[in-house]
T-cell receptor
């Protein structure tokens, strides 16, 4: 079945450093979404990418969707302690509106 | 807008009993609701997809007779864990989509189930 992998599993950075998580799907996606889950919390929608090669920015966050629509990345510039949490990508194959969540990347930010 | 609630937020039950978890969309009509389970430090695993007024679609490996899903209205879906066992202990999260075809999901706060 479809699998969505993320690397790294865990990243520890000093506040102010940059951070990137990479997402790879075993199949071509209709769209990809990114969610953030704070420790003890529930996933919160961040963004959706639909077009091949699409790049979107939200303040310090930059999201990319690969040309082949099988991979994506999230880059955070100058991390802050509020960025702490697990970042999940979630792929939508297109036939239904269900999502297959990636394995997640846990970001720890040391002040 | 797009707030989803779950009740209860946590529950402890004895092995062999059944537990019902409610998922409500508070300020929108949810055409589709999803149920996930999440083990500690792991990703969300989709259990089933439910559309209002129709039977739920279960993912491979999820026992439909054990995890009963009812989506009786556009704002409420329930998950009943029947004859619960300790291995069913997990974090159960529901989500909802607002419109037909829209894939952005709004998540409830989750229910922590512990079976003793």
């Amino acid at each position: 079945g479809q699998q969505v992998m993320q690397i790294p599993q865990y990243q520890h950075v000093q506040e102010g450093e940059d951070f990137t998580t990479y997402c790879n799907s075993s199949t071509t996606l209709s769209n990809i979404q990114w969610y953030k889950q704070r420790p003890g919390g529930h996933p919160v929608f961040l963004i959706q990418l639909v077009k091949s090669g699409e790049v979107k920015k939200q303040k310090r966050l930059t999201f990319q969707f690969g040309e082949a629509k099988k991979n994506s990345s999230l880059h955070i510039t100058a991390t802050q302690t509020t960025d702490v949490g697990t970042y999940f990508c979630a792929g939508n194959g297109g036939a239904t509106n269900k999502l297959i969540f990636g394995t997640g990347t846990l970001l720890a930010v040391q002040p | 807008g797009a707030v989803v609630s779950q009740h209860p937020s946590w529950v402890i039950c004895k092995s062999g009993t059944s537990v019902k978890i409610e998922c409500r969309s508070l300020d929108f009509q949810a055409t589709t609701m999803f149920w996930y389970r999440q083990f500690p430090k792991q990703s969300l695993m989709l259990m089933a997809t439910s559309n209002e007024g129709s039977k739920a679609t279960y993912e491979q490996g999820v026992e439909k007779d054990k995890f009963l899903i009812n989506h009786a209205s556009l704002t409420l879906s329930t998950l009943t864990v029947t004859s619960a066992h300790p291995e069913d202990s997990s974090f159960y999260i529901c989500s909802a989509t607002r419109l037909w075809g829209a894939s952005e999901q709004y998540f409830g706060p989750g229910t922590r189930l512990t079976v003793t």
